[in-house]
């Protein structure tokens, strides 16, 4: 037995619990028990813990931009273009020091894995996914990474892009991205994107419209993908904006649809907020992807920073939970019995976007990864937006956090 974390609340009406840990996994999770406290035994004082947070969908690669130049005009095409004007310029060791410290921010707000979307075109070449591969190694002990290679230009829009995406998959790429919206057939992406996952055996992360139009169908046909190519559970999908434009029939039935093929289903809220509902003609509305019909559906839906701090989304600490207020607030589930559900979302249902399910959570024999925020109150999480006090990744603890008042007399 390595270390003991004592009196743990791991939910909202049970008994608080020991969690024993060794060898970087739990070894034992029970209830609590009376003993007075031992030597080298921290105790939780009925604090929540939960399981590691998971940032399903990040960008480090492009983390902080916005200090060199903001998207003032707030649009898609702006966002793109800024940041393949900034791209030109970039070095392997740039990305890597933005990318560690936007890590840092992770971690300190209790982010134990995530999965990295990482540039790979004839402008970048294999520098993100050079940087990324040292990362992943560098950062093992401290936040676990999942690499997507992605290809933002486009993939025939930038000839070259889809013999570097497959050497990328070679070095080590866990995931094919794509973004269909950005390219010159849609489709003939897609083609691509799912020959190359098939090839290698892997997992699919895309971008998925990210526009307000309710005629864009595009996820009906990564639907017939997904099942033609037997990847059920195995793709993800981010934005899906043009969803919550369509009306509310249509939409569950497309939800249904996505349940079907086990297609993950990823809002990115910052970012949704920021570039989209822009249009020059009303009805505006803020664009998400219909949160409670894609759960009513029975969807797995995981929430994601997307960026941090650049021309595609301007704010971002790094921190899940204040996505998971901002869901709360725009998606509205904000209520006692509909916020409970957001926790979930940067955590189990992340787990299952990483496929890591069997090693992830607090139970005997999973990986002792665990995030101890400063309330007593489980139900009240993402409304109290308490400080992560410890983080702990394979049984121990990397970031302590304090936050102090100090009244005047
Ligand atoms: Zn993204």
């Known amino acids: ?11 909202a009406g049970g008994p608080l619990a020991d969690l024993a840990v060794g ?11 009376a003993a007075p406290l031992r030597a080298g035994e921290v105790d939780l004082e009925g604090r929540v813990a939960l399981p590691g ?15 060199r130049r903001s998207n003032l005009s707030g649009t898609l095409p702006d966002a793109i273009a800024i940041t393949l004007e900034l791209k030109r310029a970039v070095t392997k060791e740039d990305i890597r020091g933005r ?7 992770l971690l300190r707000h209790g982010t134990t894995r995530a999965r990295v979307q990482v540039e790979v075109d004839p402008i970048v070449r294999l520098r993100g996914m050079e940087a990324a591969l040292e990362l992943k190694e560098a950062w093992r002990g401290r936040v676990g990474l999942q690499l997507v290679v992605f290809p933002q230009e486009g993939i025939e829009r930038q000839p070259g892009t889809g013999d570097l995406m497959r050497e990328a998959m070679r070095m080590g790429g866990d995931a094919v991205g794509g973004v269909p919206y950005n390219d010159l057939d849609p489709e003939r992406h897609l083609d691509i994107v799912f020959r190359l996952a098939t090839e290698f055996g892997k997992d699919i992360d895309l971008h998925l419209d990210f526009s307000d139009d309710p005629g864009d169908r595009r996820i009906e046909s990564v639907v ?3 099942r033609a190519a ?3 559970g195995r793709v ?4 899906l904006t043009s969803l919550g434009a369509m009306d509310e029939g249509t939409a569950a039935r497309i939800a249904d649809l996505i349940a079907g093929a086990g297609v993950h289903v990823l809002p990115l809220p910052a970012t949704d907020l920021f570039l989209c509902g822009r249009g020059p003609v009303p009805p505006r509305h803020r664009s998400l992807t219909p949160v409670k019909a894609l759960l009513r559906a029975g969807v797995n839906v995981s929430i994601a920073s997307n960026n941090i701090r650049n021309a595609f989304t301007p704010s971002g600490r790094g921190d899940l939970l204040e996505i998971g207020l901002l869901l709360a607030c725009v998606a509205h589930m904000s209520g006692a019995s509909e916020r409970v559900l957001i926790p979930p979302m940067f955590t189990e249902n992340a787990a299952r976007v990483l496929g890591v399910e069997d090693r992830y959570g607090i139970a005997p024999g999973k990986d002792a990864d665990f995030v101890v925020l400063d309330t007593l109150s489980y139900n009240d999480i993402v409304i109290d937006q308490p400080e992560k006090r410890w983080v702990v990744k394979g049984g121990r603890v990397v970031v302590e956090n304090l936050r102090e008042t100090r009244w005047a007399e």
């Open 53 to 67: 947070f998971i940032e399903s969908h990040i960008h480090l690669d492009k983390a902080f931009l916005e200090e």
């Open 1 to 11: 037995m390595e270390a003991v974390f004592r009196n743990a609340r791991l939910t």
């Open 236 to 239: 993800a999908v981010g934005h």
């Open 23 to 33: 060898g970087g996994k739990f070894m034992g999770v029970t209830t609590a028990s």
């Open 224 to 226: 017939r993908r997904t």
């Open 230 to 232: 037997g990847l059920q």
């Open 99 to 105: 990318s560690e410290r936007a890590l840092g921010l």
